[in-house]
């Protein structure tokens, strides 16, 4: 079972470049996250989308788009990257509407950005 | 606004010990609460959960947790401990009251076991 898949696993860019990262999950989940994982800051909420067609602001927004393409896909756009947008970036899904259930995570995409 | 706080930034305790992990959280309702657990180079993997009922709900690996709604914890526990429990520990919460579908991270607490 996959579960959720997030690419590429590893990037570098430099300052000003774009990119996305893409994250798919195969679990029929409505709901999907971005985190960002800094060390002494935990995860933080980059975006979320509750379900198919809405996205909505998390912590740390600024700098980042995303797109819901699908039902399955949850992407995350840099936009111009910039040294502060090094981190590790982890997507997550969750079945259910109610928010009882927990969150599935991807293997994690880290970013470097010089 | 929901937080969630992990006071100690690493916790070593010696194998075959008892070990607690430490989580307060703050909402305005009642809250769902969350422990995940990350591996080295590895996304967070779920643990267990509480979301109403009894007060100690019990999870993977032999990992149980107390839920105290009047100190507004909800500590991480195992009776003894094992070196291959070595990881960071991550608490957090979601407030329904909120009306968003939010989950509020701690900022972890790295867990080492000593053999």
């Known amino acids: 079972n996959a579960g959720v898949t997030q690419t590429p696993k590893f990037q570098v860019l430099k300052t000003g470049q774009s990119m996305t990262l893409q994250c798919a999950q195969d679990?029929?989940?409505?709901?999907m996250y971005w985190y960002r994982q800094d060390p002494g800051m935990g995860l933080r909420l980059i975006y979320y989308?509750?379900?198919?067609?809405?996205?909505d602001k998390g912590e740390v927004p600024n700098g980042y788009n995303v797109s819901r393409l699908n039902k399955r896909e949850f992407s995350l756009r840099l936009e111009s990257a910039a040294p502060s947008q090094t981190s590790v970036y982890f997507c997550?899904?969750?079945?259910?509407?109610?928010?009882?259930?927990?969150?599935?995570f991807g293997e994690g995409s880290r970013l470097t950005v010089l | 606004a929901q937080s969630v706080a992990q006071p100690e930034d690493q916790v070593n305790v010696a194998e075959g010990n008892p070990l607690t992990v430490k989580c307060t959280y703050s909402?305005?309702?009642?809250?769902?609460l969350f422990w995940y657990v990350q591996y080295p180079n590895r996304g967070l993997q779920f643990l267990l959960k509480?979301?109403?009922?009894?007060?100690l709900v019990k999870g993977s690996y032999g990992f149980e947790a107390e839920f105290n709604k009047s100190q507004t914890s909800f500590h991480l526990k195992k009776p003894s401990a094992l070196v291959s429990d070595s990881a960071l520990y991550f608490c957090?919460?979601?407030?329904?009251?909120?009306?968003?579908?939010?989950?509020?991270f701690g900022t972890g607490t790295r867990l080492k076991v000593l053999a």
């Open positions: 997550a899904s969750r079945a259910g509407t109610s928010g009882l259930r927990e969150l599935f």
């Open positions: 679990m029929n989940h409505n709901s």
């Open positions: 989308s509750a379900s198919e067609g809405t996205t």
């Open positions: 909402v305005s309702g009642n809250p769902y």
């Open positions: 509480y979301i109403t009922g009894d007060n």
């Open positions: 957090a919460v979601r407030d329904p009251a909120s009306g968003t579908y939010k989950y509020i």
